[in-house]
């Protein structure tokens, strides 16, 4: 390998790290689960593997663009890794599709178009960037299943006398366990003036506060129940 080819390579390389760092700062900015290192590593493999095709494999019966091919299929497991699923939400998919991208410009500058995989991470950074305000203006003026759901964690606390508090507890519990919720902690604390608290924190997918006092209408009615309050925690979309 000449001179010329080792700085040819090592100037694929750090463009690719460069534009994958460049498009994992808007990702960790907005505090999404594939940051700067994730989707610089992702960029840097693409990178090592079209280069590793391209100068690792001759003859006549080699191809170059082989292993090139199986980074849009491998970089599929790794998007699915950042793909979650809550109740009737999915999160996650815009980071996914990030992590595709980032591949994809990786590529780019393994195989030697440097402007090529500049102008991918602009678009991909204005994509995320200016396309949100789009789509949930959209999602504002939308209606039916299409509309985004807004998200939100209930948080319940329940005041009753320590004497009572296994069966307050069992009350708290029949409450929250509903299709709906997804309970996230339940726990009990003891209170310095006595009695106990109990505190419940559950999921829902879509805000439905009538539903929240449906299923505290037990715990209110309760005779050793002293005090109930709920609160609602809206929670931004993952993407």
């Given at each position: 390998?000449?001179?010329?080819?080792?700085?040819?390579?090592?100037?694929?390389?750090?463009?690719?790290?460069?534009?994958?760092?460049?498009?994992?700062?808007?990702?960790?900015?907005?505090?999404?689960?594939?940051?700067?290192?994730?989707?610089?590593?992702v960029s840097l493999g693409a990178a090592l593997f079209v280069v590793m095709g391209a100068y690792s494999f001759h003859g006549p019966g080699a191809d170059p663009t082989r292993v090139a091919a199986q980074i849009v299929?491998?970089?599929?497991?790794?998007?699915?890794?950042?793909?979650?699923?809550?109740?009737?939400?999915?999160?996650?998919?815009?980071?996914?599709?990030?992590?595709?991208?980032?591949?994809?410009?990786?590529?780019?500058?393994?195989?030697?178009?440097?402007?090529?995989?500049?102008g991918g991470t602009v678009v991909v950074m204005l994509a995320n960037t200016l396309l949100?305000?789009?789509?949930?203006?959209?999602?504002?003026?939308?209606?039916?299943?299409?509309?985004?759901?807004?998200?939100?964690?209930?948080?319940?606390?329940?005041?009753?006398?320590?004497?009572?508090?296994?069966?307050?507890?069992?009350?708290?519990?029949?409450?929250?366990?509903r299709p709906r919720f997804s309970v996230r902690s339940l726990t009990a604390t003891d209170l310095p003036e006595g009695g106990v608290m109990i505190e419940a924190v559950v999921h829902s997918a879509e805000r439905d506060d009538t539903e929240v006092e449906d299923a505290l209408e037990a715990i209110v009615r309760a005779e050793p129940v002293t005090a109930v309050r709920w609160s609602a925690a809206q929670l931004a979309v993952l993407d």
């Amino acid at each position: 390998m000449t001179l010329t080819m080792t700085y040819d390579i090592a100037l694929r390389v750090l463009v690719a790290v460069g534009c994958g760092t460049l498009i994992g700062f808007e990702r960790q900015w907005r505090a999404r689960t594939a940051g700067v290192r994730t989707n610089a590593l992702v960029s840097l493999g693409a990178a090592l593997f079209v280069v590793m095709g391209a100068y690792s494999f001759h003859g006549p019966g080699a191809d170059p663009t082989r292993v090139a091919a199986q980074i849009v299929s491998g970089i599929g497991f790794l998007g699915a890794g950042v793909i979650m699923k809550q109740g009737a939400s999915i999160s996650g998919l815009n980071t996914a599709a990030t992590l595709w991208a980032s591949a994809a410009v990786g590529a780019l500058a393994g195989g030697g178009l440097l402007a090529v995989a500049f102008g991918g991470t602009v678009v991909v950074m204005l994509a995320n960037t200016l396309l949100r305000p789009l789509g949930r203006l959209l999602d504002r003026h939308g209606d039916g299943p299409a509309a985004e759901t807004q998200e939100v964690d209930y948080r319940f606390e329940v005041r009753c006398t320590a004497a009572s508090e296994p069966e307050v507890r069992a009350l708290v519990f029949d409450a929250i366990r509903r299709p709906r919720f997804s309970v996230r902690s339940l726990t009990a604390t003891d209170l310095p003036e006595g009695g106990v608290m109990i505190e419940a924190v559950v999921h829902s997918a879509e805000r439905d506060d009538t539903e929240v006092e449906d299923a505290l209408e037990a715990i209110v009615r309760a005779e050793p129940v002293t005090a109930v309050r709920w609160s609602a925690a809206q929670l931004a979309v993952l993407d």
